[in-house]
């Protein structure tokens, strides 16, 4: 059937359109809406029973006035100042070892990458059993030792180093993955000419490795930024906010406020707080990384 060139120019200008769209649908109601629908609410007093009134800053104030609140902060920058940098050096230094050839190579590959693919609450759950006061491994090691027992988890100086720990073994294994990327496409022949020039192994990862490695480092800075701040599961499992409330995060607060106490518009707002300290945090992190970095090569 004959088409006026008009018409099938205006099809062909729409195609793109559709291909899209799909995306466009899940962003608007998947991210989109929810998102100013949690602006609005964080603008309101509202639980399971009654209408929502509208208090305008109030959840905001009252959140900076509040002794729980600003606990959850500290906990959250201070797991945040230890976890980033580990999680950032740790895997560079297991991926610059692996990414060399050696017996067992793949073996160890597989054993250090693999704790990253079990789920969360299995990987919390052995370590409940590991760190466990009387029964657990590490303390029945303790004993063998004839040191005492400790109690990990239930001690206000190390339970926050323990839930460091267990995310950096259990989630390691995914920027190890991503460093193993880069470090396989890094061109070899400015190796080469680096050891003709008489660079030792030193020189070559700090001129050469490092700077090649700079955006990768960015991206993995922000991941990790992202995920302190969403910090829920280990939490959740390991200690319960506990203890005395010295492993309380602001994703762990948001969960207590939102679905223990059911003051939604307050639980709103905790998540805005969340999202401008994400984003500043971020951004002051990814611009002194990059200047410590300088302009790469």
């Given at each position: 059937?004959?088409?006026?060139?008009?018409?099938?120019?205006?099809?062909?200008?729409?195609?793109?359109?559709?291909?899209?769209?799909?995306?466009?649908?899940?962003?608007?109601?998947?991210?989109?809406?929810?998102?100013?629908?949690?602006?609005?609410?964080?603008?309101?007093?509202?639980?399971?029973?009654?209408?929502?009134?509208?208090?305008?800053?109030?959840?905001?104030?009252?959140?900076?006035?509040?002794?729980?609140?600003?606990?959850?902060?500290?906990?959250?920058l201070k797991f945040a100042v230890q976890s980033v940098p580990l999680l950032l050096i740790v895997p560079l230094l297991l991926a610059l070892l692996l990414n060399?050839?050696?017996?067992?190579?793949?073996?160890?590959?597989?054993?250090?990458?693999?704790?990253?693919?079990?789920?969360s609450s299995s990987v919390l759950l052995l370590w409940i059993w590991m760190l466990d006061t009387q029964t657990g491994m590490i303390n029945q090691a303790f004993?063998?030792?004839?040191?005492?027992?400790?109690?990990?988890?239930?001690?206000?100086?190390?339970?926050?180093?323990?839930?460091?720990?267990?995310?950096?073994?259990?989630?390691?294994?995914?920027?190890?993955?991503?460093?193993?990327?880069?470090?396989?496409?890094?061109?070899?022949?400015?190796?080469?000419?680096?050891?003709?020039?008489?660079?030792?192994?030193?020189?070559?990862?700090?001129?050469?490795?490092?700077?090649?490695?700079?955006?990768?480092?960015?991206?993995?800075?922000?991941?990790?930024?992202?995920?302190?701040?969403?910090?829920?599961?280990?939490?959740?499992?390991?200690?319960?906010?506990?203890?005395?409330?010295?492993?309380?995060?602001?994703?762990?607060?948001?969960?207590?406020?939102?679905?223990?106490?059911?003051?939604f518009g307050r639980a709103a707002a905790v998540s805005w707080y969340m999202f401008i300290m994400i984003a500043i945090f971020g951004l002051l992190q990814a611009?002194?990384?990059?200047?410590?970095?300088?302009?790469?090569?």
């Amino acid at each position: 059937m004959w088409e006026p060139m008009a018409v099938k120019k205006k099809r062909r200008d729409l195609t793109p359109f559709f291909f899209i769209l799909p995306f466009m649908v899940f962003f608007v109601v998947f991210i989109l809406i929810p998102l100013v629908h949690g602006l609005i609410l964080s603008f309101q007093e509202w639980s399971l029973l009654g209408e929502p009134i509208f208090v305008g800053l109030e959840n905001y104030i009252e959140l900076l006035s509040i002794r729980r609140f600003k606990a959850a902060v500290e906990n959250t920058l201070k797991f945040a100042v230890q976890s980033v940098p580990l999680l950032l050096i740790v895997p560079l230094l297991l991926a610059l070892l692996l990414n060399k050839k050696f017996v067992g190579q793949r073996l160890a590959q597989n054993a250090i990458i693999s704790p990253f693919l079990i789920p969360s609450s299995s990987v919390l759950l052995l370590w409940i059993w590991m760190l466990d006061t009387q029964t657990g491994m590490i303390n029945q090691a303790f004993k063998a030792l004839g040191l005492p027992n400790q109690a990990w988890l239930s001690r206000q100086g190390s339970a926050m180093g323990v839930i460091v720990f267990v995310t950096l073994w259990w989630t390691a294994g995914y920027n190890i993955i991503l460093y193993l990327s880069s470090l396989q496409d890094l061109p070899q022949d400015l190796y080469e000419a680096a050891s003709v020039d008489g660079a030792n192994g030193w020189d070559q990862f700090w001129h050469i490795t490092l700077p090649l490695l700079r955006n990768r480092m960015l991206f993995i800075t922000t991941l990790q930024i992202i995920a302190s701040f969403k910090l829920f599961d280990q939490v959740y499992i390991l200690t319960g906010g506990g203890p005395a409330g010295s492993t309380r995060t602001l994703a762990f607060y948001l969960y207590e406020t939102g679905f223990r106490d059911f003051m939604f518009g307050r639980a709103a707002a905790v998540s805005w707080y969340m999202f401008i300290m994400i984003a500043i945090f971020g951004l002051l992190q990814a611009k002194l990384l990059t200047r410590w970095l300088g302009e790469g090569v």
